[in-house]
């Protein structure tokens, strides 16, 4: 697996934004996926992750309602769209994918990491 985020940017408050995040191997539709997010100063907090099928996600209360993520096996990508954006969502996303189980919410049963894109919202 090698994960590769993209789709950040600058985007002023109650703004939208898509990432994307893209495996170039070809197991992607055997791992569970998850966004996580880290903002200066702070540690890394989970925001969303989505089943290897797809058929159930999970979100971190700051994202419900407001991001949505999804995910196309047939063309190895992971999605998150982001609406009604708040400076507090200013922070690096990363991408991880987890073969096996353990919780959604956490780092550590994430096997394979993606390399972060940059979100700032600004006021």
């Known amino acids: 697996v090698q994960l590769q985020a993209s789709g950040g940017g600058l985007v002023q408050a109650g703004g939208s934004l898509k990432l994307s995040c893209a495996d170039s191997?070809?197991?992607?539709?055997?791992?569970?996926m998850g966004w996580f997010r880290q903002a200066p100063g702070k540690e890394r907090e989970f925001v969303a992750a989505?089943?290897?099928?797809?058929?159930?996600?999970y979100y971190a209360d700051s994202a419900k309602g407001r991001f949505t993520i999804s995910r196309d096996n047939a063309k190895n990508t992971m999605y998150l769209q982001m609406n009604s954006l708040q400076p507090e969502d200013t922070a690096v996303y990363y991408c991880?994918?987890?073969?096996?189980?353990?919780?959604?919410?956490?780092?550590?049963?994430?096997?394979?990491w993606g390399q972060g894109t940059q979100v700032t919202v600004s006021s």
């Open positions: 991880a994918a987890k073969l096996y189980g353990g919780s959604y919410y956490v780092i550590y049963p994430y096997d394979y």
């Open positions: 191997g070809r197991t992607f539709s055997m791992y569970n």
């Open positions: 989505i089943t290897r099928s797809g058929d159930s996600t």
